[in-house]
């Protein structure tokens, strides 16, 4: 008569088990199982490599305390994911300007834990401003105006003409009524 045993075996530590049993009437027959169980998710911290400028690289880091077979899923806040990988570090561009908070979920085949960092995206500084125009002009003809950047977002161009005249936009023209230097 063949008896079945069953064996239910809970461990909390790292290691790989090697389990053999044995029963049958005609004798003894030694098969060894072996198991390997993960350790626990403990201590999982986010941070991120400071505050950036909208379109810059953010890095994005991810650190236990313990835990074993790790995989890791971010999602960045402005509607972006990465993962599952095994990498700790993700690197991420965020495009607008802003206060986002970065998830990161840690999962293993016995715990899932998760952890938020702040970032912080702020505006690109204007550079290179160059205006251009078609001056000198005849009075009364309208003069051209061109401005240019180099980087920078979200940007407004306001005209002031020396006149009491004002316009908005990266093109503009404008005509003097009174001669001027």
């Known amino acids: 008569m063949l008896h079945r045993r069953r064996i239910l075996f809970l461990s909390l530590l790292l290691a790989t088990y090697c389990l053999i049993t044995a029963a049958s009437y005609s004798g003894q027959f030694v ?10 998710i403990a201590g999982l911290t986010a941070s991120n490599d400071g505050a950036k400028e909208a379109g810059q690289q953010v890095t994005l880091s991810a650190a236990i305390v313990a835990g074993t077979n790790v995989n890791y ?5 402005d509607g972006q994911s990465a993962g599952p990988i095994a990498a700790k570090d993700v690197k991420h561009i965020y495009t607008s300007p802003g206060r986002y908070t970065a998830t990161v979920i840690a999962r293993n085949s016995v715990s899932q834990v998760l952890a938020t960092t702040n970032v912080v995206i702020n505006v ?18 309208p003069t051209n105006f061109s401005a240019s950047i180099g980087t920078g977002i979200n940007v407004k161009f306001k005209w002031n003409f020396g006149d009491g005249q004002e316009a908005e936009g990266q093109n ?9 230097k």
């Not at 500084?125 to 009364?140: A, E, F, K, M, R």
């Open 31 to 40: 098969a060894p199982a072996y198991a390997q169980a993960d350790q626990p």
């Open 73 to 77: 899923t971010w999602n960045f806040g």
């Open 124 to 141: 690109p500084p204007i550079t290179n401003l160059q205006v251009v125009s078609d001056s000198p002009s005849v009075l009364g003809v």
């Open 172 to 180: 503009v023209s404008h005509r003097y009524s009174k001669m001027g």
